[in-house]
Structure formats: C-alpha cells, structure tokens
C-alpha cells in the first residue's frame, strides 16, 4: 500500500477493529503471492498489469519494496529510505522470496501485535498499532496476489474465512476524490455487483474483476 505523505487516504476509525488473526491471514496472502511470482519468467516482466502504472516488474519491484519497508517497521525502524524500491536483479524470483521471508519472520516474533509500527508512507511520524499495520499489509497482498494472477492470466483462490476478513478492510479503506489523486492509495471503487468475494475486494480497491478486458467508456 502506497500512501502519499499527508494522504487523505490514511486510514478512518473503520479500520480500528481488526478482531481476526491478521498474522495467519497475513502469512497465507503473501504465500499464494510467493507461488505466483515463482511462475514469472523474465519474459513475463515486461507484461502490462491490473495497475496502469506498472509493468510486472515495477508491480514486483513495489511488492518488495513494501516488504522490506513492512518489516522493517515491526521492529520499530521508521527511516522512510527503508521504503525505497530497490533492484529485482538477475532472479527475481529470489529477490522476491528473500523479501517475503524476512516480513513474515518479522510477523511472527512475539508480540508483534503489541508493537508501534512506524509507517512514513502516511506521512511524518505516522505510527499505528500492530495489528492494524499489518492489516495494512495483507489487504495488499491480497490484492497484489490477484494482480500478478491476473497479469499471468492465471486465478488465485483464498479460504472463505480469509476472504471475509479481507473484505471487511477493503470496505473500510476511504474512497472518494482523494483517490484520483496522483500516488493514491489505490484507485476509486469500480462498480461490481455479483461474482465472487474476491472480486468485490479488488472493485472496492478500484481494480476492474474482469481485467484485461477494455474498461467501460466514458460518458
């Protein structure tokens, strides 16, 4: 999740209430991430995805990005350059795997929930409790997931139970103006109705289920 600094997109009281086990949730997101990205070749990066700014790589590149940034934030480490993309180089499936690793380690120490992350990508000083942080980051990766899937014209599936957790976060992220702005959050809520949960999540999070057929035209 990028957020600009001074974001209206930081996140509203909704997100206060995070009563499911958003490190299990968590660990299973950026697992099925983790098997997606291993089917990636090199021919594969330069492909378009559900995120107009980005081809597969830079969606790599920002994925891992968020990782580092993440696990570094559990430990308590706020230095904004610890966010900053840095090169996929020759294997980007183990730069990726490296990057997923050392957040999921950093999930699991003990009382990681009980922890101060602080996150600079909502602005100077931004700092929220731990299980709402990590929230943060498993909403991206569930989408994240979805859009590297889709990008490979593939499908990823998630248990029901995590799909209804990942719903509730995705309903409470703020739509509105702010989203079109330049490095929101996320682009506004495309209208869905019927399909699968999963599909709901990503429309809420302004992704098109449907992707890559064309978008809708204007008027």
């Not at 570094?72 to 966010?83: C, F, K, Q, V, Y």
């Not at 990681?112 to 990590?134: M, N, Q, S, Y």
């Not at 979805?146 to 719903?167: C, I, K, N, Q, S």
């Not at 999070?205 to 008027?219: E, K, M, N, S």
Request: proline share 9%; aromatic share 8%; with cysteine.
């Amino acid at each position: 999740m990028h957020v600009p600094t001074n974001s209206p997109d930081a996140p509203t009281p909704a997100f206060a209430t995070v009563d499911f086990d958003v490190v299990t949730f968590d660990r299973q997101a950026v697992h099925a991430s983790l098997a997606l990205v291993a089917q990636v070749s090199a021919d594969d990066l330069t492909r378009p995805t559900p995120c107009p700014e980005w081809t597969l790589h830079g969606l790599l590149t920002h994925m891992t990005a968020q990782h580092h940034g993440f696990a570094s934030a559990a430990r308590g480490e706020g230095d904004p350059a610890l966010w900053r993309s840095r090169p996929l180089g020759e294997d980007h499936v183990a730069t990726y795997r490296e990057s997923a690793e050392r957040v999921l380690a950093a999930f699991a120490a003990d009382g990681v929930l009980d922890r101060t992350f602080p996150l600079p990508e909502f602005g100077p000083g931004a700092a929220f409790p731990g299980r709402l942080a990590i929230s943060f980051h498993f909403i991206d990766y569930v989408v994240h997931s979805w859009d590297v899937a889709r990008t490979l014209g593939r499908t990823v599936e998630f248990e029901p139970d995590l799909l209804t957790a990942a719903l509730a976060v995705a309903r409470a992220v703020p739509d509105g103006a702010a989203r079109r702005k330049p490095g929101a959050a996320f682009a506004p809520a495309v209208a869905w109705s019927g399909g699968s949960r999963l599909d709901e999540i990503v429309a809420l999070l302004g992704r098109r289920p449907t992707w890559p057929d064309r978008a809708p035209a204007a008027g």
